[in-house]
């Protein structure tokens, strides 16, 4: 079975920092992409960011970028999303997913996804 464990989700203040991570079982970890999603509560579900191990790709919406960094350590089959400078706008529900083709933050083509993470920022 996979299994996506996300966690590091708390409440900030803005301007402050968070590091989510994503443990993945079950998968050959270079095989897939991991990418990390959000939610916010009466709002679209939104690719943040996503990593492919086989050609090194990476992503970033552009509400994130240069503020999010996305990270993996294959020896603990474990993704990570530093998130620096939090936004109030940031606040969602933050989910990690995997599919094994290339990255992309198109939710559906995603086949494993993990529980969600809160991430509350205040301003």
């Known amino acids: 079975d996979v299994q996506l464990q996300a966690s590091g989700g708390g409440l900030v203040q803005a301007g402050e920092s968070l590091r989510l991570s994503c443990a993945a079982s079950?998968?050959?970890?270079?095989?897939?992409?991991i990418g990390w999603f959000r939610q916010a509560p009466g709002e679209e579900r939104e690719g943040v960011s996503c990593?492919?191990?086989?050609?090194?790709?990476?992503y970033y919406a552009d509400s994130v970028k240069s503020r999010f960094t996305i990270s993996s350590d294959n020896s603990k089959n474990t993704v990570y999303l530093q998130m620096n400078n939090l936004k109030p706008e940031d606040t969602a529900v933050y989910y990690c997913?995997?599919?094994?083709?290339?990255?992309?933050?198109?939710?559906?083509?995603?086949?494993?996804w993990g529980q969600g993470t809160q991430v509350t920022v205040s301003s």
């Open positions: 997913a995997a599919y094994g083709s290339i990255c992309t933050a198109v939710s559906e083509l995603y086949d494993y």
């Open positions: 990593i492919s191990k086989r050609d090194g790709n990476t």
């Open positions: 079950g998968l050959t970890f270079d095989d897939y992409v």
